[in-house]
């Protein structure tokens, strides 16, 4: 069973977290090329969310070329994600994680070159 932890106080859309959970387990190796995904309505049933926010996910999976949707037989893991749709995937992931920073140091007051900097800083640390 796919067991993915939805945070709803995120900012994160939902359907960004279903996203980037199923690519993390297919990376991690928990998901394998091969294995079927539970189906939309089973997995919203599952998460307690609409239908609507799984089938956008699997649409954005299926786009990037993670999964594939069989009439009649399920949605299963692909063998190889297309590179070219994957790393758009990831740079979409990259652009909203970058703005969720970016909002949440305006809200706590800071100008946009602080956090900036803040990033900067952060990423020389050993």
């Known amino acids: 069973m796919l067991k993915l932890d939805l945070d709803f106080r995120s900012d994160v859309p939902l359907t960004n ?3 980037a959970q ?3 387990q297919l990376a991690d190796g928990v998901l ?3 294995d079927q995904l539970p189906t939309v309505r089973g997995l919203a049933t599952q998460l307690r969310v609409n239908f609507n926010t799984v089938a956008r996910a ?3 999976l299926d786009e990037a ?3 594939s949707t069989q ?3 399920g949605t299963f893991i692909l063998d190889k994600p297309a590179t070219e749709a994957s ?4 740079r979409e992931s990259l652009k909203t994680l970058a703005q969720r920073y970016l909002e949440e140091t305006e809200r706590l007051g800071f100008e946009k070159k602080d956090a900036l900097d803040a990033l900067e800083k952060a990423s020389t640390r050993p």
């Open 17 to 19: 977290q279903i996203v």
């Open 71 to 73: 009439q009649g037989r």
């Open 22 to 24: 199923i690519q993390h």
């Open 32 to 34: 394998h090329p091969g």
């Open 87 to 90: 790393e758009q995937l990831r």
């Open 58 to 60: 699997y649409r954005l």
């Open 65 to 67: 070329g993670i999964i």
